[in-house]
């Protein structure tokens, strides 16, 4: 029994990875409108902050291996293997997307081009969110094998995600109408995410093997999801205090918010991972 807290490299490549895919849909997204040439220079420049998180998640990945330096057999069952389907697909979006922005910063993308690259970069996104989830759908783990698993993960992506993009759109000073759209989205998954946690929470009670319930796993779930609730409203609410007194929100203060979303969705996965239980001798329920 405990937390999932020795599993922190995983925790910060799903999350960071995560919130990173929401962040490109949402740069993307606004590079496919209308932009004077100027602002679309200025996104691709704040793009590059994306890339640097995503080597982050890779890098606490690779932490993860026995012997990081032997990090490539990962992809040695890539499509019969979902830690390989993972690795490869985050190595697609990751490649996609910095080869694209490479090009773009170089003004060696055809617009045309990079409209379709654009879309491409953010389905194999999605794809990279989705092989995630395949990873930890496991029928020997009961704790994992349902739908909270996936919920949880794509409610990181529209938590973090909106959020991530909208301190670059902002640090670009880039401006418009839709930009209103993405705190709405966040509150959205962050009500939706709460009301999964109380689901999978009342679920729990029914999962049990021959040596323990899990409900048992980690005996402080209730306190350490009211800590990743708190962290997350109070990151929200640096972000949305200032639209609601009709004030662009400072840099600084949403790098705060960022960070602050960022350490409560950490406790959430860290409760995510606390809960690996293998069905053992027996499963009831």
């Not at 995630?132 to 794509?154: G, S």
Request: aromatic share 10%.
């Amino acid at each position: 029994m405990g937390n999932g807290w020795h599993e922190w490299p995983l925790m910060v490549f799903t999350v960071l990875g995560q919130c990173v895919v929401g962040g490109f849909i949402v740069l993307a997204i606004a590079l496919l409108g209308n932009r004077t040439r100027e602002e679309t220079r200025r996104i691709h420049l704040s793009m590059f902050f994306l890339w640097v998180l995503m080597a982050v998640a890779f890098i606490a990945s690779v932490l993860h291996l026995g012997s990081p330096l032997r990090a490539f057999n990962s992809l040695n069952r890539l499509g019969a293997s979902p830690l390989s389907n993972e690795i490869g697909s985050g190595s697609l979006f990751f490649a996609l997307g910095g080869i694209y922005w490479l090009l773009a910063v170089l003004n060696k993308m055809p617009q045309a081009l990079g409209k379709v690259w654009l879309v491409v970069t953010m389905l194999a996104g999605v794809g990279f969110v989705y092989a995630m989830c395949r990873v930890y759908e496991i029928d020997t783990v009961p704790t994992w094998d349902n739908a909270f698993t996936a919920l949880n993960f794509a409610l990181t992506v529209l938590i973090g995600g909106p959020l991530l993009g909208y301190l670059l759109l902002r640090g670009a000073n880039i401006q418009g109408c839709g930009l209103r759209l993405l705190p709405m989205i966040s509150v959205v998954a962050l009500v939706a995410s709460v009301a999964v946690m109380m689901m999978q929470s009342a679920t729990l009670a029914s999962i049990n093997s021959s040596v323990q319930a899990a409900s048992a796993l980690i005996p402080q779930y209730g306190a350490l999801s009211v800590w990743r609730v708190v962290l997350v409203v109070l990151g929200l609410g640096c972000w949305i205090c200032p639209l609601v007194m009709r004030k662009r929100p400072a840099v600084a203060s949403l790098v705060l918010a960022f960070v602050l979303v960022f350490a409560g969705e950490l406790i959430g996965r860290a409760i995510f991972y606390g809960l690996h239980m293998t069905v053992g001798v027996a499963i009831g329920s």
